[in-house]
T-cell receptor, first 114, second 111 residues
Framework: DAGVTQSPTHLIKTRGQQVTLRCSPKSGHDTVSWYQQALGQGPQFIFQYYEEEERQRGNFPDRFSGHQFPNYSSELNVNALLLGDSALYLCASSLARHGNTEAFFGQGTRLTVV | RKEVEQDPGPFNVPEGATVAFNCTYS??????FFWYRQDCRKEPKLLMS???SGNEDGRFTAQLNRASQYISLLIRDSKLSDSATYLC????????????FGTGTRLLVSP
């Protein structure tokens, strides 16, 4: 049973560029959430996708956008990258009808903006 | 004020010691509570859920005090392999899973 997979694992981008990160949820899961984890901090909620729609969003600017595909996989896009966007980006999958049960995390994409 | 607050540590303890971590949360509407473990440069993994009645899993015991909005984790007989960052996590939403993480408490267990 494949867990949550994310790609790429590492990425280096230049300020002002755009980046797309990808996530495939755990088999059988239909909900994908994205988190940003800066060094020395806990993960912070960016947004969540269910049924191909963004259904909840954290305190992140519009430069952060996403998408969910019919197969439940998801992308996170960040435009006009800033140095402060350097972080570990984590994808978590869960099953919508099991609201408060475990979220499974992918290994993350480590983004460095230079 | 942060939604979930933890002492960042580090907590340095010898093998076999008992160590306790505490966490407070600000949103009284929070519905579910967890402790996650995160190893260096890895993803967080669920350690245990936390219930008002308290729950135990081997050497780990978690407690929740809703009146005080306080969550605790007790680790008995610490092992070297327990060295990690422990994240206190709260889900404030009943319908969705929007997890709010503390900054984490770093534990270092030495021989």
């Amino acid at each position: 049973d494949a867990g949550v997979t994310q790609s790429p694992t590492h990425l280096i981008k230049t300020r002002g560029q755009q980046v797309t990160l990808r996530c495939s949820p755990k088999s059988g899961h239909d909900t994908v959430s994205w988190y940003q984890q800066a060094l020395g901090q806990g993960p912070q909620f960016i947004f969540q996708y269910y049924e191909e729609e963004e259904r909840q969003r954290g305190n992140f600017p519009d430069r952060f956008s996403g998408h969910q595909f019919p197969n439940y996989s998801s992308e996170l896009n960040v435009n006009a990258l800033l140095l402060g966007d350097s972080a570990l980006y984590l994808c978590a999958s869960s099953l919508a009808r099991h609201g408060n049960t475990e979220a499974f995390f992918g290994q993350g994409t480590r983004l460095t903006v230079v | 004020r942060k939604e979930v607050e933890q002492d960042p540590g580090p907590f340095n303890v010898p093998e076999g010691a008992t160590v306790a971590f505490n966490c407070t949360y600000s949103n009284s509407a929070s519905q579910s509570f967890f402790w996650y473990r995160q190893d260096c440069r890895k993803e967080p993994k669920l350690l245990m859920s936390v219930y008002s009645s308290g729950n135990e899993d081997g050497r780990f015991t978690a407690q929740l005090n809703r009146a005080s909005q306080y969550i605790s984790l007790l680790i008995r007989d610490s092992k070297l392999s327990d060295s990690a960052t422990y994240l206190c996590v709260v889900n404030a939403d009943t319908g969705f899973q929007k997890l709010v993480f503390g900054t984490g408490t770093r534990l270092l267990v030495s021989p």
